[in-house]
């Protein structure tokens, strides 16, 4: 694992539509995983303006949400669905065949995990994830606690996801389970972006680079990956200890 400090959001965030464009040039028919919520927000924007400014080819890659939150329609304002339609799928124009996400009102959620799993593996894996960091220190909805072991999975949410998840909705939801990537998945990509800025996140990201590798503080994984990066800006950076 490495970290990347960049000046402000908008720079990382640049950084991360070009390693997204980048990747997409190498591998026309790479497998990406992003999550929703406000980090990865910019890069998908980026991304989007990137690939019609420079006429690059999205017909052949295939993206996969990362989690999503159990008991809410694709329609749903805030809904992790309801994000990826207006950040990537609308504005590329993919087909149905170009990406999966999870169906959080399946009454077999199990089976959910099971076809992810599937469409994963069938893929090749993942060749890059971008993902974000909880204020708990969860990654995708890998909440402390959570089996380091697990492929996807559903999972009871933490009060702490469920506090901060409220922001996202214009309407009251209730916000009990989610569905998710397991960690294993994020240790088998290929490579991974951990998103983060401002300084509310300068304490996680300290425990995430310099914590012990625990359960109880999931993204402290991310010290384990060989070509994992950190891409965070000054601000969260702040709390590091400076080699």
């Given at each position: ?129 971008i993902v974000g960091i909880g204020m708990n220190g969860h990654i995708g909805f890998n909440e402390p606690g959570v089996d380091f072991n697990l492929l996807s999975h559903v999972i009871n949410l933490d009060e702490t996801t469920v506090t901060v ?79």
């Amino acid at each position: 694992m490495q970290t990347a400090i960049f000046s402000d959001y908008t720079i990382l965030s640049e950084y991360t539509a070009n390693e997204m464009i980048k990747l997409i040039e190498q591998n026309p028919t790479a497998l990406l995983c992003i999550a929703s919520g406000d980090s990865p927000k910019m890069a998908c924007e980026l991304f989007c303006q990137k690939v019609k400014e420079q006429n690059i080819d999205t017909s052949r890659f295939f993206f996969v949400g990362l989690d999503e939150w159990v008991g809410l329609s694709s329609e749903t304002f805030g809904s992790c669905h309801n994000d990826f339609q207006k950040r990537l799928i609308q504005p590329l124009g993919l087909s149905t065949s170009q990406y999966h996400l999870f169906n959080a009102l399946s009454d077999d959620l199990q089976n959910e995990c099971e076809i992810m799993d599937a469409i994963i593996k069938e893929k090749g894996g993942i060749d890059l994830m971008i993902v974000g960091i909880g204020m708990n220190g969860h990654i995708g909805f890998n909440e402390p606690g959570v089996d380091f072991n697990l492929l996807s999975h559903v999972i009871n949410l933490d009060e702490t996801t469920v506090t901060v998840g409220k922001k996202y909705f214009r309407q009251e939801v209730k916000l009990e389970k989610g569905i998710t990537l397991g960690l294993v998945h994020l240790l088998n990509s290929k490579k991974v972006l951990l998103l983060a800025n401002g300084e509310r996140k300068a304490a996680v990201i300290k425990k995430a680079v310099d914590g012990e590798i625990t359960n109880l503080f999931p993204a402290s994984i991310m010290q384990r990956h060989e070509n994992g990066l950190i891409v965070i800006d000054n601000k969260a950076a702040s709390l590091l200890t400076k080699s």
